[in-house]
């Protein structure tokens, strides 16, 4: 397994300051205290701290959470973390999984489940927008740690599919208008799972998935709030991120119109 993330470092000073820096650039890295050259930085082991005008720094290694969020280059809102964990649980998606997901955005949560089906699982993701892909290949390029994903830059209504998918996740504004693909897809008892930001989406989806032969598991909407890292007046962050979006889960039922 290659961990493509190793060539980036996190630079914190334990307070305010926290940012990823990427060591293929040999750009030197500006800090709040000066610079620090990239072939220094490259010297300094992970977990190891260094003093630049008179402040430390602590060197860290990036996770695939805080590449998405601090570093990962995005032209749409992505699917933050917080969501991303409870996405996998609920879809059962686990190493050798075969997972489908239309509405690719910056590639966030095609990484994601890259890692979470594993070398013998496999990811096809779609993407309908042109101006996407580029920036989507960068990313996959990046931190994709196996070779296990498909990336298509067509709509998912130019596709015929056979029931052999696990699973699959819908990111996109009119998802029931590709419902009859994703379903042709599915293996029966395949789950579905679904982001829409706003409710009139969510409601049309309930009924939608109720006329065209899915059992609806959850409806969710999930909240994060920090705190500041100071133990004589810890508490919460003054600013949190808010709604992101409401999340639905369901599974393909068999004969379920009859």
């Known amino acids: 397994m290659e961990n493509r993330l190793n060539r980036f470092r996190i630079i914190a000073d334990g307070k305010k300051f926290k940012k990823v820096f990427d060591l293929n650039d040999p750009k030197p890295k500006g800090l709040p205290n000066g610079m620090i050259k990239n072939d220094e930085l490259e010297q300094i082991e992970v977990g190891n701290s260094f003093n630049l005008g008179g402040k430390r ?10 590449y998405i969020m601090e570093y990962m280059h995005r032209k749409t809102q992505i699917i933050y973390p917080k969501e991303a964990g409870y996405i996998l649980l609920n879809l059962d998606i686990f190493p050798g999984k075969k997972v489908g997901e239309a509405g690719t955005g910056s590639g966030a949560l095609t990484t994601i489940l890259s890692r979470a089906v594993g070398e013998k699982g496999e990811v096809h993701t779609f993407e309908r927008r042109s101006d996407f892909a580029e920036i989507i290949q960068r990313n996959l390029e990046a931190c994709r740690e196996y070779d296990n994903t498909v990336y298509y830059n067509k709509p ?10 696990d699973a699959f996740f819908l990111d996109m504004k009119y998802p029931w208008e590709v419902l009859f693909k994703v379903d042709a897809a599915l293996k029966p008892g395949g789950r579905l799972g679904l982001l829409l930001p706003p409710t009139n989406q969510v409601t049309r989806i309930i009924s ?3 006329a065209s032969g899915y059992f609806i598991n959850e409806i969710s909407e999930i909240f994060r709030r920090g ?9 919460p962050e003054d600013v949190m991120t808010g709604h992101t979006g409401y999340l639905v889960f369901a599974s393909k039922l068999i004969n379920s119109k009859e």
Do not use: H
């Open 208 to 210: 939608t998935l109720q």
């Open 156 to 165: 998912l209504q130019e596709f015929e599919f056979s029931p052999e998918f």
């Open 227 to 235: 705190y500041k890292l100071n133990a004589e007046r810890f508490r």
């Open 57 to 66: 720094f602590f060197v860290l290694p990036c996770s695939l959470q805080e």
